[in-house]
């Protein structure tokens, strides 16, 4: 059983940055990639990115490439997202999430434990 806890969400103006953080339980957080999705209101819930399980390997969607950036720290059982230049188009609830596997992948359904999310709110 993994659990994780987001957080690190709030309020910030266009052109701002926020930093995001995934505390994950257990002993295998260091076993599997990892990932962040995310989810405004009346839209589906998109991929964001992914980083594999070495940290050697990262993706990202096409409308957060070269703003934000992920990492981990799996001494420290610890998932970040640093977003920097945010646009309104960014607010959304924010999720991490657990890869069945070690490889990077877009894919939502290859995730199978999630967070309850944080509260990202861009605007002026």
């Known amino acids: 059983q993994v659990q994780l806890v987001e957080s690190g969400g709030g309020l910030a103006q266009p052109g701002g940055s926020l930093r995001l953080s995934c505390a994950a339980s257990?002993?295998?957080?260091?076993?599997?990639?990892m990932g962040w999705f995310r989810q405004a209101p009346r839209k589906e819930r998109e991929f964001v990115a992914a980083i594999s399980r070495s940290g050697v390997s990262t993706s990202y969607a096409d409308s957060v490439k070269g703003r934000f950036a992920i990492s981990r720290d799996n001494a420290k059982n610890t998932l970040v997202l640093q977003m920097n230049s945010l646009k309104p188009e960014d607010t959304a609830l924010y999720y991490c999430?657990?890869?069945?596997?070690?490889?990077?992948?877009?894919?939502?359904?290859?995730?199978?434990?999630w967070g309850q999310g944080t509260q990202v709110t861009v605007s002026s």
């Open positions: 257990g002993r295998t957080f260091s076993n599997y990639a």
């Open positions: 999430a657990k890869s069945r596997g070690v490889s990077v992948t877009t894919r939502r359904d290859n995730y199978d434990y």
